[in-house]
C-alpha cells in the first residue's frame, strides 16, 4: 500500500517564525490533504491540495504530484499553529475507495 | 449548524469488556467512517458505513464492529478489549459522493483499557 511519511517530527518554534512542513508519498496519488489536530483532538481540514500551490492566510501548500511530495508552509507561526499536522492521501485503487492514509505528523510547539 | 458529535469523549474500560461509540454525523452528511489513532501516530482507517451497511474495511480484526442508522447515526463497538486497543477514536461524516475531500472529523473518543 501506499506510504506517507513527513518531516520533521517535531519543531519548535518561537512566535513570528516561519517554518515548512514535508510530506513524502511513495505512489501516485489523485488527492492529499492537509490536517491540523486541535489540543481537543479534532482534525481540521486545511488544504486539499492534490496538485499545485494553495494560500489560506498565513497558510500555504504546494504538491509536486510528479515528485511525489507535498509542502506546507507556516508564515508569521502564532501559540494557536501548535498541535500536530498531517497529510494523508486516499488510499487504494480506483473511485471506490473513500479512505485517508494518513501520515505520522509533525508536532509543532510554537512559544510565545 | 452542528459539526460531527462523538459521545462519550473519555472511557476508561478493563481489559476483555466490551465498549460502544456514538457518533452523530454533521447535518446533511450520509456517510459515517471511523478511524483508530494511537498515541503519536496518525489515525488509521477501521471502517465506513453508508445506507446503513459496512461499505469498505481496513485491517482491524472482527472484534471492531459497527452500525449505522436510518438518521445517519453510527456506533463502533468492540469486544475483548485489549491493552493495544487504547487510542483516540475519531468519527468522520461525509456525503458518499464528495468522497474524503468532504470529510469533518469530531473531536473523538479517549478510550483507555487497562
Known amino acids: 500500500g501506499i506510504q506517507v511519511e513527513q518531516s520533521p517530527p517535531d519543531l519548535i518554534l518561537q512566535e513570528g517564525a516561519n517554518s515548512t512542513l514535508r510530506c513524502n508519498f511513495s505512489d501516485s496519488v489523485n488527492n492529499l490533504q492537509w490536517f491540523h489536530q486541535n489540543p481537543w483532538g479534532q482534525l481540521i481540514n486545511l488544504f486539499y491540495?492534490?496538485?499545485g500551490t494553495k494560500q489560506n492566510g498565513r497558510l500555504s501548500a504546494t504538491t509536486v504530484a510528479t515528485e511525489r511530495y507535498s509542502l506546507l508552509y507556516i508564515s508569521s507561526s502564532q501559540t494557536t499553529d501548535s498541535g500536530v499536522y498531517f497529510c494523508a492521501v486516499r488510499g487504494g485503487q480506483g473511485g471506490a475507495t473513500n479512505k485517508l492514509i494518513f501520515g505520522t505528523g509533525t508536532l509543532l510547539a510554537v512559544q510565545p | 449548524d452542528a459539526g460531527v458529535t462523538q459521545s462519550p469523549t473519555h472511557l476508561i474500560k478493563t481489559r476483555g469488556q466490551q465498549v460502544t461509540l456514538r457518533c452523530s454525523p454533521k447535518s446533511g452528511h450520509d456517510t459515517v467512517s471511523w478511524y483508530q489513532q494511537a498515541l503519536g501516530q496518525g489515525p488509521q482507517f477501521i471502517f465506513q458505513y453508508y445506507e446503513e451497511e459496512e461499505r469498505q474495511r481496513g485491517n482491524f480484526p472482527d472484534r471492531f464492529s459497527g452500525h449505522q442508522f436510518p438518521n445517519y447515526s453510527s456506533e463502533l463497538n468492540v469486544n475483548a478489549l485489549l491493552l493495544g486497543d487504547s487510542a483516540l477514536y475519531l468519527c468522520?461524516?461525509?456525503?458518499?459522493?464528495?468522497?474524503?475531500?468532504?470529510?469533518?472529523f469530531g473531536s473523538g473518543t479517549r478510550l483507555t483499557v487497562v
Open positions: 491540495i492534490p496538485s
Open positions: 468522520a461524516s461525509s456525503l458518499l459522493g464528495q468522497g474524503v475531500r468532504g470529510y469533518t
